[in-house]
């Protein structure tokens, strides 16, 4: 049995954009569950967070996408930082669950062969070694 503890980091409703973040440990990896839109109004409320966990020495970071409605330039840059910021402590950052319009969009900007990606949980958790 695994000690785990989930956080609600921020929820958010602006412009009727609704945004939740969620964080959870389980000893092996962190998994950080975004929900709704990661856009200019809401990446603020995951961008600390996020970067100051990839900048921890290797860390191992699990991003579910699944419940993300949609990501835009200022989210996809915020995504992008946090993979260098991984890579460059020696971390590890999976992005999984994505929805098949988010897969297709990273793959048609090429991100697929930079950033990791699976489409399951199931499938992160054997890219990070769990």
Do not use: W
């Amino acid at each position: 049995m695994t000690n785990s503890r989930e956080n609600l980091i921020h929820n958010a409703n602006l412009d009727n954009t609704e945004f939740d973040f969620t964080e959870e440990d389980n000893g092996k990896y962190i998994k950080l569950c975004p929900k709704g839109c990661i856009n200019t109004a809401t990446v603020k409320f995951m961008k600390k967070r996020l970067y100051d966990l990839s900048c921890e020495n290797d860390c191992k970071i699990i991003m579910s996408l699944k419940d993300v409605k949609s990501i835009d330039s200022v989210g996809l840059g915020t995504i992008i930082t946090a993979h260098k910021n991984c890579a460059h402590c020696g971390g590890q950052i999976v992005f999984s669950d994505l929805s098949p319009l988010i897969m297709k969009t990273m793959k048609m900007l090429s991100l697929d062969r930079y950033l990791k990606m699976t489409v399951d949980l199931k499938s992160a958790e054997s890219i990070i070694g769990c």
